[in-house]
């Protein structure tokens, strides 16, 4: 399997050097469903695992015609650790079903219900990690 810049592909990011930047001033609208397609989730399942409504979303849209920071950053967060699962699975099938998949050592709950915290990113990142080098406990 490629390793290829996934979150990058995904959120169109024109320059990894800019990324700072493309996120202040916000994704376009078009990353959500890109993302949204990637994981095979709706628009409703992708607000939820940002933590945010849908209408949140839709007026971020319709006031903006770009998303805002904060969403941007959060789309990013689920793309990079969307690219890791898919690095660590070495397939995007079991990797998005993981990610969507309740999870023991997460406390029961889908790997993708947590990253709309970086605490919560970082124990996804953190398990897939333990996945990767054999170490489940």
């Known amino acids: 399997m490629s390793s290829a810049p996934l979150a990058e592909e995904i959120l169109d990011i024109v320059s990894p050097e800019t ?3 493309q996120i202040r001033e916000g994704f376009s609208f078009r990353v959500i469903d890109a993302l949204g397609e990637f994981l095979e989730v709706n628009q409703l399942e992708l607000a939820e695992a940002l933590g945010v409504s849908r209408q949140t979303l839709a007026r971020n849209i319709k006031q903006r015609g770009r998303l ?3 969403i941007s950053d959060l789309l990013y967060r ?3 650790i969307s690219r890791r699962a898919v690095e660590v699975f070495e397939d995007k099938q079991v990797a998005t ?3 969507k998949t309740a999870n023991a ?3 029961g709950k889908r790997p993708l219900s947590l990253l709309d915290t970086d605490a919560g990113a970082e124990k996804v990142f953190d398990l897939l990690g333990r996945i990767e ?3 489940l406990s």
């Open 133 to 135: 080098h054999g170490v």
């Open 78 to 80: 689920v793309a990079r």
């Open 68 to 70: 805002s920071p904060h």
């Open 97 to 99: 079903s993981w990610l």
């Open 19 to 21: 990324l700072e930047e």
């Open 105 to 107: 050592t997460l406390g």
